[in-house]
């Protein structure tokens, strides 16, 4: 058996939650804010995913070679999540605003959607150091 470690880096954004660790389509265990992780993995080609949720925000899957001392993953929120969580306040705000006065905006709230759909997609990234 080899050894999968799964090291997230400590960031503000989904820091309140543990990230599941994805191998092969199963939930192998669990990863904290800030921590270092080490699971018992087979060796050989794999396929894994680190997020919390589709929702809420998961890695693209990556296929990974795990050798016969140790593969080391490591798990950083993308940067570009702080624009899009910046863009959706802003776009939030304007359509309460709006709401408010009573009058609806439609491009407002599909423009909403769209970015938070959109980071999902791009809320945590993935790489093997090792």
């Known amino acids: 058996m080899a050894k999968l470690i799964v090291k997230r880096e400590k960031s503000f954004l989904s ?3 543990k990230f599941k660790v994805i191998l092969d389509g ?6 904290g804010n800030g921590e270092e992780a080490g699971f018992d993995a087979a060796e050989g080609e794999h396929i894994i995913q680190v997020g919390i949720s589709m929702i809420n925000g998961i890695s693209r899957k ?3 070679n795990i050798t016969q001392d140790e593969a080391l993953m490591v798990v950083k929120p993308n940067p570009v999540m702080w624009v899009i969580l910046i863009l959706a306040v802003i776009v939030g705000a304007n359509l309460g605003i709006g709401l408010s006065r ?4 439609l491009p407002l709230l599909i423009v909403l959607i769209i970015l938070m759909g959109v980071s ?3 809320a945590v990234g993935l790489k093997q150091v090792k």
């Not at 199963?26 to 990863?31: A, F, K, L, R, S």
């Not at 009573?102 to 905006?105: C, E, I, K, L, N």
């Open 15 to 17: 820091s309140a939650r």
């Open 26 to 31: 199963e939930i192998i265990g669990y990863v």
């Open 62 to 64: 990556l296929k990974i």
């Open 102 to 105: 009573g009058y609806f905006s």
């Open 120 to 122: 999902t997609v791009f």
